[in-house]
């Protein structure tokens, strides 16, 4: 699929102000991809379908979720969650992606999972520090971005762990096993 074609079926599922963070997201991730050595159409892609379902209805997402087959403990968790896996499903239905790579960039964009790909590594973190996003933390995990992965990849789940705890909000299983999984395979 072309580019402009991926954004403009992305454009009409998103708010303007989402919109930009995509475009944000795509100019973070073809910089990760090339600094990493990861396939830049790839991970441009992803970024642009990251958050196609972000603004589906909640009952239609967990539709999805039940009827799909998903991991139904996301219901159990913030709803912020579940516009990856089901944004997956989607893209796959609507957009015609048939890349796994892809997709799975796109499925665990929000909570990780232990063994991601350097592709979903990328669109991870592109999220995460994409030139619009302005919180405590992000200009640190900028800077790790710029000479380690791993490194970086590592202080943004840290950060938004700390964030969920310090707001007594759950954290998804999977978060803190791919924290685990990056800490124990990054050690010197």
């Not at 009952?59 to 997956?88: C, F």
């Not at 992606?97 to 892809?102: G, R």
């Not at 350097?118 to 995460?128: G, Q, R, S």
């Amino acid at each position: 699929m072309e580019k402009d074609k991926a954004l403009a079926l992305v454009k009409e599922q998103l708010t303007d102000h989402r919109y930009q963070h995509t475009l944000g997201v795509v100019e973070a991730a073809g910089k990760l991809a090339e600094r990493y050595g990861v396939d830049k159409y790839k991970a441009e892609m992803a970024a642009i379908f990251h958050d196609y379902a972000k603004f589906r209805p909640k009952e239609e997402m967990k539709e999805i979720i039940q009827t799909q087959g998903m991991d139904e403990r996301l219901l159990s968790y913030n709803a912020e969650l579940w516009h990856a896996p089901v944004g997956a499903y989607l893209v796959q239905k609507e957009a015609a992606m048939e890349d796994e790579d892809i997709l799975d960039a796109i499925r665990y964009h929000t909570s990780g999972r232990p063994g991601m790909s350097d592709l979903e590594k990328v669109i991870y973190l592109a999220d995460y520090i994409e030139p619009g996003r302005h919180f405590p933390g992000v200009d640190e995990v900028r800077e790790l971005a710029k000479h380690n992965l791993e490194e970086a990849l590592i202080a943004s789940i840290r950060n938004t762990i700390m964030f969920l705890l310090k707001k007594n909000q759950a954290v998804f299983p999977d978060t803190f096993n791919t924290f685990n999984d990056l800490v124990l395979n990054n050690r010197s």
